[in-house]
C-alpha cells in the first residue's frame, strides 16, 4: 500500500488495511491459504478497532501507513490481532 496518512482513511478503509495486513502475513506463515481464516481475522480486527480506536488510530492519525507499522500504535495491534494470528499454536481448524 502506498504511504496514506490515517487521517485520509475512512474506519473502513483503515480496518480493511488491517485485514489486508494480517492476511498477508499469515500467507507467508502458512502452507494452507489464510482464506479459510478471513471471517475471522475480519470480526478479530474489527473488535480491536472498537476496543483500541483511540490508541490504535485517534493518537496516530497524522502518521503515514509506514510510520504507523514503525509506532507504538502498531505495537498494540501487532500484540492484540497480528500475533495472534501468525502463531500457528493458535490457530485451530475445526474439524
Known amino acids: 500500500m502506498a504511504a496514506v496518512k490515517l487521517n ?7 480496518q480493511n488495511f488491517l485485514v489486508k495486513t494480517v492476511m498477508d502475513k499469515m500467507d507467508s506463515s502458512f502452507d ?10 475480519h470480526d478479530r480486527v474489527e473488535s480491536f478497532l472498537l476496543v483500541h480506536w483511540e ?7 497524522a502518521m503515514t501507513t509506514e510510520e504507523w507499522e ?7 495491534f501487532k500484540q492484540e490481532v497480528l500475533d495472534e494470528f501468525t502463531s500457528s499454536k493458535n490457530i485451530k481448524v475445526s474439524p
Open 70 to 76: 514503525a509506532s507504538s500504535c502498531y505495537e498494540v
Open 8 to 14: 485520509d482513511m475512512s474506519f473502513g478503509e483503515f
Open 55 to 61: 490508541e490504535a488510530w485517534e493518537n496516530c492519525s
Open 32 to 41: 494452507q491459504s489464510p482464506l479459510v481464516y478471513f471471517p475471522i481475522v
